[in-house]
């Protein structure tokens, strides 16, 4: 395989699980293809034990469905595949189908960057069901890797409490595509810049970086190491301090400035990567200052997340710039988010719906029925609580959630708040309507949006439960459906 030609300019109509294909088949050959259908796709809880989640990875999703076309390279390869029998897989009028299939679907979706919480959906797709199945696999490749990175980028970002945060994991990334995902929901999610010069090319993110230890290490002296880089960089100099003795290191750091300075240039500061940073910070803060360069910055990097940064703020330390690769784009605590997307309804002969649920024994697993929408309620520019509801059916004046764990629990949202309702169309009879907004318009929308939520939602340890509830005709008829549905189990 020659990756950029093989892998980079193929068409991405084969990136889901052989299942999909098989039950497309399956949907053709029973005559059910063309059936409407309702799909969603949502997750259960947040991740990392936290209060909220951003939303993220749309861009992608609009690109893929956008381009979502079984080229003649794909089809000869579905035509290779055999069955346990040693026969094609598929017969020759599913891949004619498949050959001439164009996405039609109608998609509704809650825009990048949005803060959203479980069981919400963040997208809607309406259509032949053949298509909605066979888009099941990508879409939540895209989603959930990115909606992680970039809830994992927010927190991180939450804890520095303004301060930069730099994304430095491409090294540690999930192979190529996983660092390029990363790097776009990391700045998404909060961060100021990557490392990663290639994101920066594609996505339109800031690049910054220090230098390596290699650098240090291929001179004689540390002294020779910071004066070259100077030379060479007189206005790019972070000086990577802790490649023998960080307290010297500052000091080489200082001499350095100081010569840059006389040459009419600016050091811009020190980089740490080890040992104690609380410590380390504040001593080097005390010989910046004393030596003349209270402007200096102090980056630190190894190792870092959200506790660690939160820990070390509450030791006092002294860091400005915080560099963090590895638990960030990895989601180190959490690698995965279970995004899933389930059938909510199928169109009936009679033009009404056939709402659809799946059962479990896990109240958490029980999918919800309908053509979902989320209105979001805020009163004095807080969000108060968000509703799930059928859009097709009537709903009541007065809005009451029922949380979907526990009906006991439920609350009317009050008459005068103010609403949106989130998702927005993005595509109508596979035709892309909307405008896809800049990376820097989604990045402020995920900050306003964190703004807009109580503390208590944002907070590490035990968050504040944020009301997300089904509308109350909903959740009855849901109960209903269940209810029915066992009967039906037991019979
Ligand atoms: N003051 C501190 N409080 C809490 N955690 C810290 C503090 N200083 C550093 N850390 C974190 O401790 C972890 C490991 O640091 P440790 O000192 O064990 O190894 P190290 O400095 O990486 O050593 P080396 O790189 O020389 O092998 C890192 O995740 C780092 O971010
Ligand atoms: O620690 P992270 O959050 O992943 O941030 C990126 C790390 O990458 C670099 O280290 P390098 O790859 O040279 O390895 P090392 O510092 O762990 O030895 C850099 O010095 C950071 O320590
Ligand atoms: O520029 C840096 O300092 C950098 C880049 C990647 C990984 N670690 C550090």
Request: a negative charge; proline letters at 4%; charged letters at 25%.
């Amino acid at each position: 395989m020659k990756l950029t030609k093989d892998l980079y300019q193929t068409s991405l109509s084969l990136l889901t699980d052989l299942y999909q294909l098989t039950m497309a088949y399956g949907y053709w050959k029973a005559g059910r293809s063309e059936n409407e259908s309702v799909f969603h796709l949502f997750f259960r809880s947040h991740p990392f034990k936290g209060g909220f989640t951003i939303a993220c990875g749309l861009e992608y999703v609009i690109d893929y469905l956008d381009n979502f076309k079984f080229s003649e390279d794909d089809i000869a390869y579905l035509a290779t595949l055999k069955g346990n029998d040693d026969k094609p897989m598929f017969e020759q009028g599913f891949l004619d189908y498949l050959a001439d299939l164009k996405f039609t679907c109608d998609v509704e979706a809650v825009p990048e960057g949005t803060v959203v919480f479980p069981q919400e959906p963040l997208i809607r797709i309406k259509g032949p069901i053949a298509q909605c199945q066979l888009l099941e696999t990508p879409l939540l490749n895209i989603v959930n890797y990115q909606t992680l990175v970039a809830t994992k980028a927010a927190r991180m970002n939450l804890a520095t409490k303004g301060e930069p945060v730099l994304e430095f994991g491409l090294r540690r990334a999930q192979g190529i595509d996983g660092g390029l995902a990363a790097s776009r929901a990391a700045y998404i999610g909060g961060c100021g810049a990557t490392s990663n010069v290639l994101a920066g090319r594609l996505f339109g993110i800031p690049v910054k970086g220090t230098h390596a230890h290699s650098w240090v290490m291929s001179f004689d002296t540390e002294m020779d190491a910071f004066e070259t880089y100077a030379d060479v960089l007189p206005n790019n100099c972070v000086f990577l301090v802790d490649t023998y003795d960080t307290v010297q290191g500052v000091r080489h750091a200082v001499e350095v400035g100081k010569k840059l300075r006389a040459q009419g240039h600016e050091m811009i500061g020190v980089r740490l990567d080890s040992g104690d940073l609380a410590y380390l910070s504040i001593k080097a803060r005390e010989i910046l200052d004393e030596a003349g360069f209270p402007e200096a910055t102090i980056v630190a990097s190894n190792d870092l997340d959200e506790n660690i940064i939160n820990s070390l703020k509450l030791q006092d330390a002294k860091i400005n710039v915080w560099g963090i690769g590895t638990k960030l784009v990895t989601a180190y605590d959490q690698p995965a988010l279970g995004g899933v997307y389930k059938i909510a309804a199928m169109r009936k002969d009679d033009g009404s719906w056939d709402y659809k649920v799946k059962l479990s024994e896990q109240v958490i697993k029980i999918s919800n029925p309908g053509v979902l929408q989320v209105r979001r309620f805020y009163q004095d520019g807080e969000y108060i609580g968000d509703m799930i509801f059928n859009e097709v059916e009537k709903i009541p004046e007065v809005a009451t959630i029922i949380d979907p764990m526990d009906a006991t629990r439920q609350r009317d949202m009050p008459a005068n708040a103010e609403f949106k309702d989130l998702l927005q169309p993005l595509f109508k009879s596979g035709e892309l309507t909307y405008r896809i907004p800049t990376i820097d318009e989604v990045k402020a929308h995920a900050a306003n949006e964190l703004k807009n939520f109580h503390a208590g939602v944002k907070r590490f340890i035990n968050p504040h439960s944020y009301p997300v509830g089904l509308e109350k005709t909903l959740s009855d008829y849901k109960y209903d459906l269940i209810r029915d549905l066992r009967k039906r189990k037991q019979s």
